[in-house]
Structure formats: C-alpha cells, structure tokens
C-alpha cells in the first residue's frame, strides 16, 4: 500500500498547485477500484475514525430524552432530539429528508430504536445514516468524540469512492495519517486487498487532481 510519505507529497503538491481561494478548501482522496464485479452487489458503508481531528468536526446528532438526552446537550452534540420530536417528523417527509441530511452521524437511546426505524428507516437506510445503539448509562461524551473524529465511506454499485481527508489548514502530515488511515479500512474491505486498488488521486476542492506517481498495477 502507498505510505504516509508518499500521501504526504501528493498532499503537498494538491495544495501548492491550487491558487489561493477566499473559502477554506477540503483535501479530498478519490479512490479507483479494479477487479471486481459490481454487478453482484458490491457495496462498502464504513465509519472510520480519523487519528487526527479535522478542522470542522463532522456533525453528530443524538436521539435520546431524559438522562441521556440531558447529558448529550452538556457534551455539545450538534442536535437533541426526543421520541416525541422524532414521532412529529413522520407527518412531514420533506422536513424529515431536511432534518436527515443536516447530520452526519447519528447516535441513538437503545430504548428509541425501534421509533426511529419506524419513524425514519426508509428515509435513514438508503443514506447509510442508520443510528448507531448507544446503551443507558453509556458515556456519550466519548461516543461523540468518536464519531466527531470520523468519516463514513460509502460505495454501492461503483468502482470508485471519495471521502475528506481533512481541509487545506492541516498540516500535510496530518492528512497524509489520515489518508492512510482511510485506506487501511478500504482495504480490509475489499475482496483482493490492495490488488483491488486501481489508482489513488488527491485534490482540494477545487484543485487540480493529483495523481499517484506510479499507478497500482
């Protein structure tokens, strides 16, 4: 597999090409896969938690009332909301569509699974955004440092992905850790390993694609 170093120069060379933006700009890795038979189903929907933070955490929302909810909103959680708030979204499909996809993560009370799946499920599954369980008496400011820290990689039916590494105001070796990161976790997911990897591209967001020097045969 590619290393951190050679992450890192590509990385480097992504940000020093790109002129200079008046927004702060992602570092994206694209990832092109080979050797497998996407007509059989194959499909990847992984969390994976990142060694460095991002600049911009990702955005957790927690699904929980009483105790939990209390403790969730003293941790900061982007969003709290309630089984009588999730019960209010089921007659409004548009508001609930808009309340699902202003989250990337989210984290639930054991006790509220089955309103959320019955609520929301058919809104929440094709966006591989399911709730993770999150058990009583569970310490939620560690599960939302977790999931604050991670990004969700998802493929169905393609021979490509792309997820954030991180943002330009990183430094290069913390993307690249990152980057590597990433690609560790993809790698144990595909059928063939790194033999399943066709090429690996790095850009900002609106860059120019960097591409690996020696493509992965």
Same mark, same amino acid.
């Given at each position: ?12 060379? %992504? ?27 194959? %499909? ?29 909103? $003293? ?55 399911m ?27 393609s ?17 690249? %850790? ?5 690609? $560790?976790?993809?790698?144990?997911k ?9 090429k690996?591209?790095?850009?900002? $967001? ?6 690996? %020097?020696?493509?992965?045969?």
């Amino acid at each position: 597999m590619i290393n951190e170093s050679e992450l890192a120069k590509m990385i480097k060379e %992504a940000k020093t090409v790109d002129k200079e933006r008046k927004f702060r700009q992602s570092v994206e890795m694209y990832v092109i896969l080979k050797d497998i038979d996407v007509k059989k189903g194959f %499909a990847m929907n992984e969390t994976i938690q990142l060694p460095k933070k991002l600049s911009s955490p990702t955005t957790v929302c927690i699904m929980a009332g009483g105790d939990m909810g209390l403790k969730a909103k $003293s941790a900061n959680a982007d969003r709290v909301i309630s089984g009588d708030e999730i019960n209010a979204l089921a007659a409004n499909k548009r508001e609930a569509r808009k309340f699902i996809n202003n989250y990337d993560f989210f984290l639930a009370d054991t006790q509220l699974m089955t309103t959320v799946g019955k609520v929301l499920g058919q809104l929440l599954g094709p966006r591989g955004k399911m709730p993770v369980p999150v058990p009583f008496n569970a310490p939620i400011e560690s599960f939302l440092d977790r999931f604050r820290s991670s990004i969700r990689v998802k493929v169905k039916n393609s021979l490509s992905l792309s997820c954030k590494v991180g943002d330009e105001s990183m430094d290069d070796a913390d993307l690249a %850790a990152n980057a590597h990161a990433i690609l $560790s976790a993809i790698e144990k997911k595909l059928p063939n390993g790194e033999r399943n990897i066709r090429k690996i591209v790095i850009k900002t $967001s609106m860059g120019k694609p960097i591409k690996q %020097a020696q493509q992965m045969k």
